[in-house]
């Protein structure tokens, strides 16, 4: 019997990168069994929206000025994440931060990707925070979404060494390009329903 389609929508405010890895992923056959049905950015010139035009997704801009609330405009997503009959969510350098009406909503449906190997140097600025402590390894996590800035459970890391003269552009350019290879990873495993969630820990099926 064939498997359900996973329909995903994606959450951006910029240049959508990690959007275009997994675009690409699903398109060449490497996630099978899931379809793009939306992209919506919080910012009306995110380049994440001309991609998400050059493969014919239908994109979306929810202008947050235009709501009285933080919730009220997560309400407005939610609306429109089930209009699109979303089973996913993915955030792609989404700057917003996420309201219990999404996280909720999308418990273990909704999935992050952070430029540092949490719990460290959670939030904003995480390469360069990474430089200040002066760690040795740094690179990506792809974790559930909650209600705690980048608290959700891990699903999986990928490491990149700090070199000696790096500065915050050289190291987040090194790590992009392992977030690009974690993303779709993180998505297709989802799809294939791989993941086993229990708390904190979420094991990956063979």
């Known amino acids: 019997m064939d498997r359900i389609m996973t329909n995903i929508s994606v959450l951006v405010s910029g240049r959508g990168t990690n959007l275009q890895s997994v675009i690409d ?23 994440a929206l001309t991609r998400a035009k050059n493969h014919n997704i239908p994109g979306i801009f929810a202008d947050p000025k235009s709501f009285s609330s933080r919730e009220a405009y997560d309400d407005c997503l939610l609306d429109i994440l089930k209009e699109n009959k979303t089973d996913l969510v993915l955030l ?18 909704m999935i992050n990707i952070h430029p ?7 939030g904003l600025h995480a390469q360069k925070q990474a430089l ?64 086993r969630i229990n708390g904190r820990n979420v094991t990956i099926l063979e």
């Open 92 to 109: 792609a350098g989404y700057l917003r931060i996420i309201t219990g009406r999404l996280t909720l909503a999308y418990e273990n449906k």
């Open 25 to 47: 992923a699903i398109e060449n056959g490497d996630i099978s069994g899931a379809k793009i049905v939306a992209v919506i950015s919080d910012k009306k010139e995110a380049y």
């Open 132 to 195: 200040e402590y002066g760690v040795k390894v740094s690179g990506c996590t792809v974790h559930l979404v909650e209600p705690a800035l980048d608290g959700g459970p891990v699903i999986l890391q990928k490491t990149v060494p700090v070199l000696p003269g790096d500065t915050e552009e050289t190291l987040a350019a090194r790590i992009l390009i392992e977030e690009n290879k974690a993303y779709p990873e993180a998505v297709k495993l989802f799809v294939e329903n791989k993941l």
């Open 116 to 122: 540092s190997l949490l719990p460290a140097f959670p």
